[in-house]
């Protein structure tokens, strides 16, 4: 996320709100046992924290220096949990994986057939692979558009009346559960589909991958409810950082005699860009891992097919969840062995996402 | 060739909140004209009406007219875009394009200008920062990001991109209000070299500054808060901080008030 | 031309003859065309659905509005110049991205509302699917409703104070190599896809440890998903107190721990506390990660620390699996139930984001 290099007059108004807020520093505190913002209370000057070592300001240095220490300690160690934590996800994968992997008969990443739980089982997660990487995929080119459009015209081109309402709309349908767009996309989008996907096999099925015999339930529907599940995070997050854009850089465009749209190309994209490329790396990592969704969807069949308007494929994630009931012990190795796929998959979008945006930090507006 | 401003029947509004009312003035062209007045007296307001800026705040409106050499820029088929591109305008904090390097900043004007060659470009590059006394310091890092620059250095940056489209009129809105002394030094200087080419108006708070650099000064003020500002009194310099003909303006001036 | 380098202005350009020496005008075209041109490419559009086998509703809307854009940037292109018609151009992609991302947005709403509210009654609210068949019509969430509650609120509990710990980690101590590395895990946890936390507490918890299917296993992979979700928002929160107020406590000799947990942190709380509830009712509407790991049962289950709960998102999605209507039917009721939660939850964090003194 970028930072805005605030106006003087917020900061302004922040010290003098903030100031008003420093509890009396007379009374001892402990190091926490807890979180105090845990409590959810808004009582700043209200204490709920546990004393493990009361440590009053009169003591000598030593005491202080000792407990600032331990609290230092402590957040580092919470940081370092967090460090372990994804190890241990990494090992915990790769353990539940390994034996799995070991008794496959087929090769593990060029497999199409996923039959772990037969004798010898053979199973490969390429065809899931596939059809994760292409519903994501569908789903990022229809949503990306979609919504910076939604972001922009909430920031820049509606009336700044509805501006904030419709904002806050979109935050709204940001945390509409994916189950819920599941069932919408199951029970009432499929079945209207069906006109779009035969318009476009019909008058694009010179390009193979409109061509169908029959249309369905499809890699293209999938990508479709992948697309409006994700549109209004990415859209929630890329207004927040269009909102960010300082007045100073949007008029200092417009004084060069620029238009709306060329203000928006000199001033508004560019010091976004970050901040909307980490939110439709979290799209995509959404529309990536979107499990219930897509398995409402998609036929479960395990083909790599380039007609993408046929009913037909899987995806990893979705493949765990309709597989998992059924599988045996080397079924759920299997599960986890294509989930951690899904995992190393993720971790090198995220890097590349990471270089994008580290490539031209000197030039990005945050101060940080 | 500079141009000369006539500003007659002016009054803006925010909304329905009256920013000023009724200001008539004439800018000279190749002048440096100076605002000054208490806070909240409408003075950046009426610069903002010079390019058509103020109508960018929501609910922004203005009633009157600003002659520009004769031509009214709120007359019916005026373009807002090229009135701003006519008339430039540097802002009270330095505020280069933070993704931009200094020349992308010099040339952000020209390229939606649609000029694309990049020779024409470099010499522009050139001519615009050493019209800002800025090149002989970034001649070496053009390719640096503009935000790394000092916030006087900054500044000229801005005062270079704003003259890189070669505009008539150079409107700068309390341009030195965010620097310490001796970048105000530096911008002080440019704008007595730019008057040569520019017709320039300067809003600012300190009046020391006001009589160093400017020709004429117009003085703004309000009866008290809430009210529409007013022009009070417009004249050449000299009068304004010496022999006033308004008792107001003569307690402002001489520090009695605001 | 004048340059600002020559003293003495150039030889002024050729300047347009008659008043416009400056340049000043453009040709604007009056406020009524594009609502005429639109009319107009609505014509078209309807003429070409009666005389071609055109056969769907949609697609006279479609046309309509593909001729518009064509018509408005060529008469626009024509009239106002090449920029002016770009601009038009964007504006009109904008307006037309936004109307058609609200129609399957409002959809979704629609639907789920006026298919839910006919199922939605007390008895609904009350009821496990106790002893309901496959073919009967009753049943309820109660223990659907009792587990996400106990998952979640368990969650909660582990996630926050650790991601505050992490937070505060970052932007009060983190320096250097160590810091970055968390920083860009907690990016990659961001994107971790919840059905991985799920499979990470299956493979760790249930299937290395040997723990049965329980509702606290479900909120392990809970914890996973919030923690990022936390500590980014406290981060961003912690980094907005200003300076000033450290320094200031720096200044009265209180040491560092006590000015972050006494002036700091309680500066930011209600931004904090906003994360912390977006954060929650995220996690609550997640199905993959609880699917695997709380396994989902018919019964009422108060205990989540033994045997397999429910939860309301996997609620639907087995009831959404199944073909009879009236599971369907609970399904959509239960979706609604749902989202009547998560936006409560939401408004509750809007309510402390106006509160919020930071931002």
Request: a neutral charge; hydrophobic letters at 50%; charged letters at 15%.
């Amino acid at each position: 996320m970028t930072t805005e290099p605030d106006s003087s007059a917020q900061s302004a108004e922040q010290r003098g709100a903030a100031s008003a807020t420093v509890p009396p520093t007379d009374d001892p505190v402990g190091a926490p046992a807890s979180g105090p913002t845990s409590t959810g209370s808004d009582q700043p000057d209200h204490d709920p924290v546990a004393f493990t070592r009361p440590a009053p300001t009169t003591t000598g240095k030593a005491a202080v220096g000792k407990a600032d220490v331990a609290f230092k300690n402590l957040t580092r160690a919470a940081g370092l949990g967090l460090l372990a934590l994804i190890v241990a996800i990494a090992l915990f994968l790769v353990l539940r994986a390994t034996h799995a992997l070991g008794e496959n008969d087929g090769n593990f990443l060029s497999t199409q057939e996923w039959f772990p739980n037969q004798d010898p089982p053979k199973f490969g997660v390429a065809a899931l692979l596939f059809g994760t990487i292409v519903t994501a995929a569908i789903a990022m080119i229809i949503a990306m558009p979609v919504a910076v459009g939604i972001a922009l015209f909430i920031t820049v081109y509606a009336p700044r009346r509805l501006s904030s309402p419709l904002g806050y709309i979109v935050d709204l349908l940001a945390a509409v559960p994916s189950v819920v767009y599941g069932l919408w996309g199951l029970l009432v989008l499929a079945p209207h589909m069906k006109g779009i996907q035969l318009w476009l096999s019909d008058y694009l099925g010179w390009i193979p991958l409109f061509s169908a015999d029959s249309v369905g339930r499809s890699f293209f529907v999938a990508g479709v409810v992948l697309a409006i599940m994700i549109l209004p995070i990415v859209a929630a997050l890329s207004r927040e950082v269009f909102l960010q854009v300082p007045t100073a850089h949007r008029e200092a465009a417009l004084a060069l005699g620029a238009t709306r749209w060329e203000m928006i190309r000199t001033a508004v994209l560019p010091y976004g860009k970050p901040g909307v490329i980490s939110a439709s790396m979290l799209g995509l990592g959404r529309a990536m891992g979107e499990t219930i969704a897509v398995a409402l969807v998609l036929p479960a069949s395990f083909k790599i097919s380039w007609n993408w308007l046929e009913p037909a494929g899987n995806t990893i994630a979705a493949n765990v969840a309709n597989g998992w009931g059924e599988a045996n012990d080397i079924g759920r190795g299997a599960l986890i062995a294509s989930g951690l796929v899904l995992f190393v998959v993720t971790m090198i979008v995220n890097i590349i996402a990471r270089a994008i945006v580290a490539r031209r930090r000197d030039f990005s507006g945050s101060s940080a | 060739m500079a141009t000369r401003i006539e500003v007659t029947g002016l009054t803006a509004y925010y909304g329905k909140f009256k920013a000023v009312s009724d200001v008539n003035l004439t800018i000279e062209p190749k002048h440096v004209t100076a605002f000054i007045g208490p806070s909240g007296c409408g003075k950046s307001t009426v610069l903002r009406t010079l390019n058509r800026m103020h109508e960018v705040l929501p609910g922004a409106r203005v009633e009157g007219s600003v002659l520009l050499d004769g031509e009214d820029l709120y007359g019916a088929g005026m373009d807002p875009v090229n009135v701003r591109r006519t008339v430039g305008m540097v802002f009270q904090r330095p505020n280069p394009f933070p993704t931009m390097s200094i020349y992308e900043n010099v040339i952000a004007g020209l390229k939606l200008n649609g000029i694309r060659k990049k020779a024409l470009l470099d010499e522009r590059v050139e001519e615009s920062l050493r019209g800002a006394n800025l090149w002989d310091e970034v001649k070496d890092r053009l390719n640096r990001p503009g935000a790394g620059l000092s916030g006087g250095q900054q500044q000229r940056l801005c005062i270079a991109r704003a003259i890189a489209v070669e505009p008539q009129v150079l409107l700068m809105d309390e341009p030195c209000s965010a620097l310490d002394p001796i970048s105000t030094l530096a911008i002080e200087d440019l704008i007595n070299k730019l008057k040569s080419s520019f017709t320039i108006v300067i809003v600012t708070h300190n009046m020391q500054q006001a009589s160093r650099v400017s020709d004429s000064t117009a003085f703004f003020s309000l009866e008290k808060t809430g009210d529409p500002g007013r022009l009070v009194e417009f004249d050449k310099t000299s009068k304004i901080f010496t022999n006033p003909t308004e008792k107001r303006t003569e307690d402002y001036v001489s520090g009695r008030f605001g | 031309m004048s340059t600002a380098t020559v003293p003495e202005p150039t030889v002024p350009g050729p300047a347009t003859p008659g008043e416009d020496r400056l340049n000043l005008r453009g040709e604007i075209l009056p406020r009524f065309v594009p609502p005429v041109v639109a009319a107009g490419s609505l014509v078209v559009a309807l003429l070409i659905y009666l005389l071609t086998p055109m056969d769907s509703e949609i697609q006279i809307v479609l046309m309509a509005a593909l001729i518009f854009v064509v018509a408005m940037t060529a008469i626009s292109t024509r009239v106002e110049g090449r920029r002016r018609a770009r601009d038009r151009f964007a504006t009109t992609l904008v307006y037309g991205t936004f109307l058609l991302a609200l129609i399957p947005l409002i959809a979704v709403l629609a639907s789920v509302i006026s298919k839910g509210a006919g199922r939605l009654d007390i008895s609904f609210l009350t009821h496990s699917m106790n002893g309901i068949g496959a073919r009967d019509s009753g049943g309820g969430i109660y223990h659907a409703i009792i587990g996400t509650v106990e998952q979640v609120l368990i969650a909660s509990a582990i996630a926050v104070p650790f991601g505050l710990l992490v937070a505060i980690y970052l932007v009060e101590y983190g320096r250097g190599r160590i810091s970055r590395t968390i920083s860009f895990f907690v990016d990659v946890l961001t994107g971790l896809p919840s059905i991985i936390a799920g499979l990470f507490v299956l493979a760790f918890w249930i299937l290395a440890l040997g723990q049965g299917f329980s509702g606290f296993a479900g909120s392990l992979a809970l914890v996973v998903l919030m923690i990022p979700t936390v500590v980014r928002s406290a981060e961003e929160m912690l980094k907005l107190v200003p300076n000033e107020l450290r320094e200031a406590g720096y200044a009265l000799g209180v040491p560092k721990w006590r000015t972050i947990l006494r002036v700091v942190v309680p500066t930011a709380l209600p931004g904090i506390v906003t994360g912390v509830m977006l954060a929650v009712a995220r996690v609550s509407g997640e199905t993959a990660p609880v699917l695997l790991t709380v396994f989902g049962t018919n019964l009422i289950n108060a205990n989540p620390f033994s045997g397999e709960q429910s939860s309301l998102p996997l609620y639907i999605y087995s009831q959404a699996g199944q073909p009879q209507q009236f599971a369907i039917d609970r399904a959509w009721a239960a979706a609604l139930v749902l989202i009547i939660i998560i936006m409560v939850l939401n408004l509750i964090a809007r309510l402390f984001a106006g509160r919020n003194r930071l931002k």
